[in-house]
């Protein structure tokens, strides 16, 4: 089996084939677009053995995402194919104000899964578990099944992204519901203005006083650093990269980070992974194609933090 299973919805993503807005672009892309199956491919490319669980509709757009994903070396056995629910949708924009998504998700087969969604021994079957605050935003069932993951006896390690997307819900919803899931994780990842928004902090230190239950949390600040915040902090500066477009960057870091998690890394190399898979998918507008090479990555790595900038 996987040594890490993501579990999270997955859309197909409508995109202009080229940046203009969606009111007047011309050509578009269909890929599939979802947090946690971006990470799940990002993982393959670095050569895990990694799952991805979640509902889609009996329809092409669903058996469309699952090959995508399983053609990117993720195993999709935990996938089902459900007849009663469509497969979701969303259309990124590009507008001169930076890119806003429009969701079309609402009653999708992902939203339908529930606490029962998966058995428990085949949730701790993996060494990892990784999950999102999207999945409590998409329904009162999805929301169920967080809670199940995160508060049952288990095995698994579990990271959680908060990942909030105000799309989604208000963040006087969003902000204590996160805050309480994030508590029960083993690893959280939250950015700095994502917590500002959430939570009203401003300072990783302030992260870690709210989120004082997890063994690590990485709080990531934009282009200039990313904290782990243990027993101990350590921060490791942000590469300076010209961003073409910032959709994906949260969930390649992430991968990067669980990579290193999974190799038994030390917390700054964890880090330096993050930030590496985080710039080369800024440089892309795709959600999850430019995984960086080993040649690529042993060069990243091996400069200095100085060397970075
Ligand atoms: O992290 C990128 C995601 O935002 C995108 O792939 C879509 O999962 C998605 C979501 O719910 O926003």
Redesign the pocket.
């Known amino acids: 089996g996987p040594e890490v299973l993501c579990l ?4 197909s ?1 409508v995109s202009p084939a080229s940046p203009v807005p969606l009111e007047e672009a011309p050509v578009f892309t269909l890929s599939a ?6 990470v799940a491919i990002h993982l393959a490319a670095l050569g895990h053995r990694v799952g991805w669980a979640s509902r889609v509709g009996d329809d092409p757009l669903g058996r469309r995402i699952v090959a995508t994903i399983a053609g990117a070396g993720v195993d999709t056995d935990l996938v089902e194919v459900r007849s009663d629910a469509p497969t979701g949708v ?1 259309f990124k924009d590009p507008t001169p104000d930076g890119t806003r ?1 429009h ?1 079309y ?1 609402a009653g999708s087969a992902a939203s339908t899964m529930d606490e029962d969604f998966l058995p428990d021994d085949l949730l701790d079957g993996p060494e990892l578990l990784h999950i ?1 605050g ?1 999945t409590p ?1 998409l329904s009162a069932s999805c929301d169920r099944l967080i809670r199940h993951l995160l508060s049952r006896d288990r095995d698994v390690r579990i990271t959680f ?1 908060v ?1 909030y ?1 105000p ?2 819900w208000p963040v006087e919803q969003a902000g204590p519901t996160l805050r309480e899931l994030a508590q029960l994780a083993d690893t959280v990842f939250v950015g700095l203005d994502e917590a500002t928004a959430l939570w009203g902090v401003e300072t990783p230190e302030d992260v870690r006083k709210l989120l004082n239950r997890p063994s690590v949390v990485v709080v990531k600040d934009g282009a200039n650093a990313a904290y782990a915040l243990g027993a101990e902090t350590v921060v490791v500066p942000a590469p300076k990269v010209e961003v073409v477009e910032p ?5 390649a870091f992430a991968a990067g980070f669980i990579s290193g998690v999974l190799r038994g890394a030390d917390v700054t190399r964890c880090l330096r992974l993050g930030h590496v898979l985080a710039a080369h998918s800024l440089l892309s507008t795709e ?2 194609t430019a995984s960086p090479d080993r040649a690529d990555l042993e060069r990243w790595l091996d400069c200095d933090e100085t060397g970075w900038n």
């Open positions: 999270g919805e997955t859309m993503l677009g979802g947090a946690e199956s971006n969303y998504v969701y998700r999102s999207i935003a992204d990942n997307r799309a989604l959709v994906g960057a949260g969930d959600d999850h």
